[in-house]
């Protein structure tokens, strides 16, 4: 068919499919998926700290995504056969190690990072597979319907048409950030102040978290105050957020990750007046 239809666009996503993205490609949206990562710390006295969460708000905005985002770039092939494997453990995608040296004191006092991985759970490339398999299908049956006006031939059909069909089923609709999940995360900006906790326990809620999660919350804060944590997100706090997004990356909060991490940082950060 794409023989026949000799459409740039449509050759392209077929190759990128097939063979891979490059690194500076623009993915679309469904090689984009959430994650959480985790970490292994080395401490002081051989201590040392294992599949501990990694909170990405505490990265540098331009590494952040490492904690919270996979770019998925490999052909469709590689995924399905991982998925044909049968094993439902989650695939590792580790982090450039000269990354982990940049960041390997930012997350807890007193430890190390010594080697960080994305967590991707198999469902999420089971998801690709699907969705590249269904848009295949779905733009065969589109161009068989357009068709119907053109007669049968293939090569009949406009150029515009078939470009229409390629950009509306195969690429899809990127992400784009509703208007909600930007009220909520304004209203974190400019709601929470120093020490109100009626207000970012509100906002907590708001995203889906449970009277549990939101106590949790508030022992952490607790007890980084206690141990005088005042230089910035104390480890009990970052640690609660870590856990947060793990949360929100498997699906169990209203909004997505960005959203959630983008909310909690501004909270939590006007709640102990860190701006």
Request: with cysteine; hydrophobic share 35%.
């Amino acid at each position: 068919m794409n023989a026949s239809l000799k459409n740039d666009t449509l050759k392209t996503w077929l190759n990128k499919e097939l063979n891979g993205y490059d690194s500076d490609d623009k993915l679309p949206d469904y090689r984009l998926i959430n994650i959480h990562a985790k970490g292994t710390f080395h401490g002081p006295a051989g201590s040392g700290v294992n599949n501990a969460t990694l909170p990405p708000m505490i990265m540098p905005e331009e590494f952040r995504h490492w904690g919270n985002l996979a770019k998925l770039t490999q052909g469709v092939a590689a995924y399905d056969a991982a998925v044909k494997s049968g094993s439902q453990d989650p695939l590792k995608i580790p982090w450039p190690q000269d990354l982990v040296l940049y960041v390997q004191s930012d997350f807890y006092r007193g430890y190390t990072l010594a080697e960080a991985w994305q967590v991707l759970p198999m469902s999420s490339l089971t998801t690709l597979c699907d969705t590249v398999r269904n848009r295949v299908i779905d733009f065969a049956l589109e161009v068989d319907e357009t068709l119907s006006g053109y007669g049968e031939d293939v090569k009949s059909m406009p150029k515009s048409e078939v470009t229409k069909s390629v950009t509306n089923i195969i690429y899809g609709n990127n992400n784009i950030m509703s208007g909600n999940s930007r009220d909520i995360i304004y209203r974190a900006e400019s709601n929470v102040s120093s020490q109100d906790w009626c207000a970012l326990a509100d906002i907590v809620s708001s995203l889906g978290f449970s009277d549990s999660h939101i106590a949790e919350l508030k022992q952490a804060i607790d007890e980084d105050a206690n141990a005088s944590m005042t230089d910035g997100i104390g480890p009990k706090t970052a640690s609660w957020l870590g856990t947060a997004l793990g949360y929100v990356s498997r699906g169990g909060a209203k909004v997505g990750i960005e959203v959630a991490s983008k909310t909690l940082t501004a909270a939590i950060t006007n709640f102990l007046d860190l701006t």
